[in-house]
């Protein structure tokens, strides 16, 4: 599969990374040890140059983390500053290290040029850290392949299908196209639903209009608000995109990363809950638990997709008019994957 | 390995296919899913032809399925007739159909050519639906090879060994060997045992002509009856076959199948059971609980039989006296197979 | 990975080797059946010549192994002597035998040249029958290469870091080398820790001379003795090795064994104990359960630098100062493995 690597991926949720002990996270099928050097986060190769044990099980010790297999520590800069037994230290002894930080509740690892790691390129999500908004988080691993995730979210009219029994989004919800704009760095979705009553989860006595919008985001990444206005507003608005706090109901967000960690593996982390204005802590743990169950439906669809693909990789998929943004993203990232290739070249 | 592929393999128990949600099944290492368009039963490729999700996790509508990842619905004949959001549809949109039938119990599906689908050919089996017997039925999934299986079935002298503790058969049966006549898709074994005071399962007081036969047809189903007669019957009829009513205890039918689901893998189908005239579901019951027990020491031993020929799959083997059917059938499943490849490429 | 064959490898501890039933193990990727005709302890291809069932879910029949498939026995010497249904029997029906003998409470195979089996060869272990000693012993499997395990115990350093909570050597441990000796078939190590106050597990009131020692010998075998002297011993024997009976604490030995049974697989035996004159059964239990967390961390740390190393198994390593022992023994197996090589190529 094809990914670009000059991207920030989504490593872990920050709160899961303890601040004195080494975590152990892969992407892109590549083992990396994620550990605070005191305020500074560091992502390094999860493979101690010795004997290539890993990293993550060392132990933090200061601004510097040691081997526990036979004792050699490293710095944030991934050089060996000690090794037992022994006095000298061959420059050699050195852990490549990646561009990390943390930054809306995310820790972001960059895979690609270090020179073309820029803090601006880090997807503007909406953390649990944010005050605005009440939001629950979590994360699932796949046994697919990240690209399958990704096409999945590229596409919502799976909603009417997948998630019939749990999001209750009904069949004319595939019936109908968002509008879809290309964005330098993803896709931008929005759908306006007039008059709709709403889902089986947010039932409405009353007709509302309905926004949904999400920016699906390099590497795989997306950001998405939806909410309830009153019937009249797409129409009054030219069905163009609604101020948020105009919003009667419903006003929430959701963050979503599919990371992929190997050959056909991937982690999917996700916040969802609602605007503080809009909701409380009660709301954001019925929306967390609608989310297990359907995103928990997502996983059991996309893995038996991933069984039946593996068996024949190379038969081709059959597009259909939904696939718009899951072909218009899957052309940018070959196109970014092929400049990459032809910087290193030149580079070469 | 090679197999046979005009003919009728067992997919499923009937009663095990749903009359409203589609089955998974997977026959010569394709995915394949069993549905019912009403009153017809329906196998096709498990795959959709939008993004291969498999249409086993989709919904029966009347007389169509549809693909509950993005909703494109199929008829019986795999035309895609539905695809939300899109008007048109091109005719590209299909999905592979295999022959099927429902009989004596089984779901039957026609891996070959399908122009040469004869209903004709479906060995005839006694379904759990034949009045004159009480049987009971079960599968058990295999991590091996379905040659294994046909194989074991093909030299039942592995009962006086596997089946020590269970059916009880002494050495003395593998001692002497059965009568072996081919058959134009399949091997006959016919044998006498007189005088015997039976097995350990089926003890007598007194010493009977012990009668069994069976077939074992392409692609590896097995059906065999057997039963006990006065002692001197086999002499008096000269070894040749008795009528099955003259039986004066023990008539009983199986009917066994062996599907080659993947690579390395099988389903094996069974059923067993009295003669309504020589038994009752007590016994059946009785029969099934041994069969379990056998069937799990066959597993036991071919499972383990496999991961030794997975170590060193060049090493031959070296045929034994009992052997004699196992040779005959792998030869007619080589020949068949040969003339397959011949009409393929004379098609060509 | 690279292994010596002209060598006595461990099977299995000899008491869990039953009397009347065989047992599988697997060495070098090869599988064997270990059995007992009578007295002899028999190790034979764990294969039927007939279908490749393995032997060692056969039966014992005094001095013959009956395959419990199709009923062929064989006799300790791999000649098939009974085939069920057939009067001859071929030649060349005979399963390939390993020399194969019990010493020292362990069951050892021979897996190279026949010819040069020779039981001198048979590293000097303690068993657990030896009177002096009082042993608890077991085994661990490895999902990791047998050579990591080697490498493991030919770096002692890692006592510091793997074993910091259970052994509780502390990090001086590692600050100081050992004298390291080739052996023809080995490597020595020894080591005196003068004035030490002992380790966690075993802390002592008063300084003491703290002497270790073991042999590391092919095919990855190690026999260690340790025990406490009185502070001055190490200075005033000049660093010479003690007797063992002049300790006035702590004498005690430990048997490990390291067998690869396939790619990427090992099995690990071990035994430990006091000498009768320094502990009891209560001491034993105590260093057995101290044994089964430290070896238990081991095991941790090589499964999981057995899978760092296989996702790039080219990748060079880093020898440190501790790492001689390492290197030593590695370029013994190399030069041995290699001589077998030229003998073999000599010979055809």
């Given at each position: 599969?094809?990914?670009?690597?000059?991207?920030?991926?989504?490593?872990?949720w920050?709160?899961?990374?303890?601040?004195?002990?080494p975590?152990?996270?892969?992407?892109?099928?590549?083992?990396?040890?994620?550990?605070?050097?005191?305020?500074?986060?560091?992502?390094?190769?999860?493979?101690?140059?010795?004997?290539?044990?890993?990293?993550?099980?060392?132990?933090?010790?200061?601004?510097?983390?040691?081997?526990?297999?036979?004792?050699?520590?490293?710095?944030?800069?991934?050089?060996?500053?000690?090794?037992?037994?022994?006095?000298?230290?061959?420059?050699?002894?050195?852990?490549?290290?990646?561009?990390?930080?943390?930054k809306?509740?995310?820790?972001?690892?960059?895979?690609?040029?270090?020179a073309?790691?820029?803090?601006?390129?880090?997807?503007?999500a909406?953390?649990?850290?944010?005050?605005?908004?009440?939001?629950?988080?979590?994360?699932?691993?796949?046994?697919?392949?990240?690209?399958?995730?990704?096409?999945?979210?590229?596409?919502?009219?799976?909603?009417?299908?997948?998630?019939?029994?749990?999001?209750?989004?009904?069949?004319?919800?595939?019936g109908?196209?968002?509008?879809?704009?290309?964005?330098?760095?993803?896709?931008?979705?929005?759908?306006?639903?007039e008059?709709?009553?709403?889902?089986a989860m947010?039932?409405?006595?009353?007709?509302?209009?309905?926004?949904?919008?999400?920016?699906?985001?390099?590497?795989?990444?997306?950001?998405?608000?939806?909410?309830?206005?009153p019937?009249?507003?797409?129409?009054?608005?030219?069905?163009?995109?609604?101020?948020?706090?105009?919003?009667?109901?419903?006003?929430?967000?959701?963050?979503?990363?599919?990371?992929?960690?190997?050959?056909?593996?991937?982690?999917?982390?996700?916040?969802?809950?609602?605007?503080?204005?809009?909701?409380?802590?009660?709301?954001?743990?019925?929306?967390?638990?609608?989310?297990?169950?359907?995103?928990?439906?997502?996983?059991?669809?996309?893995?038996?997709?991933?069984?039946?693909?593996?068996?024949?990789?190379?038969?081709?998929?059959?597009?259909?008019?939904?696939?718009?943004?899951?072909?218009l993203?899957?052309?940018?990232?070959?196109?970014?994957?092929?400049?990459?290739?032809?910087?290193?070249?030149?580079?070469?």
């Amino acid at each position: 599969m094809t990914y670009v690597r000059n991207a920030w991926y989504v490593a872990a949720w920050e709160q899961d990374l303890p601040a004195d002990a080494p975590a152990a996270m892969s992407i892109l099928g590549e083992p990396i040890v994620l550990w605070r050097a005191g305020e500074k986060l560091v992502a390094m190769e999860d493979r101690c140059v010795h004997r290539h044990a890993p990293l993550s099980l060392g132990r933090c010790e200061g601004a510097s983390l040691r081997c526990m297999y036979h004792g050699l520590r490293f710095d944030a800069d991934g050089r060996c500053v000690e090794i037992p037994g022994q006095e000298l230290i061959p420059p050699t002894a050195r852990v490549k290290t990646y561009p990390a930080l943390a930054k809306h509740s995310w820790v972001w690892v960059w895979m690609g040029d270090p020179a073309l790691a820029d803090e601006a390129l880090v997807p503007p999500a909406v953390g649990y850290d944010d005050p605005d908004y009440i939001l629950g988080h979590g994360f699932l691993d796949y046994e697919a392949e990240a690209r399958l995730i990704n096409d999945n979210l590229l596409d919502f009219s799976h909603l009417s299908y997948v998630h019939a029994q749990s999001f209750g989004t009904g069949p004319e919800f595939a019936g109908s196209l968002p509008r879809i704009t290309p964005l330098p760095r993803g896709i931008r979705y929005e759908r306006w639903l007039e008059g709709t009553f709403g889902a089986a989860m947010r039932k409405s006595d009353v007709p509302l209009d309905s926004w949904q919008t999400y920016d699906f985001l390099i590497p795989g990444v997306l950001l998405m608000w939806s909410a309830n206005y009153p019937p009249g507003t797409a129409k009054a608005l030219g069905h163009s995109p609604p101020e948020k706090l105009d919003a009667i109901a419903g006003l929430n967000f959701t963050s979503q990363a599919v990371t992929p960690t190997g050959e056909g593996t991937a982690r999917y982390f996700f916040s969802w809950g609602p605007h503080c204005k809009y909701g409380d802590e009660a709301m954001r743990d019925g929306m967390m638990a609608l989310a297990d169950r359907a995103f928990g439906e997502d996983k059991t669809m996309i893995e038996a997709q991933q069984k039946v693909i593996a068996r024949d990789p190379e038969r081709p998929v059959m597009p259909t008019a939904h696939d718009k943004g899951v072909t218009l993203f899957n052309r940018l990232v070959q196109r970014l994957a092929a400049e990459e290739a032809e910087a290193r070249a030149a580079a070469a």
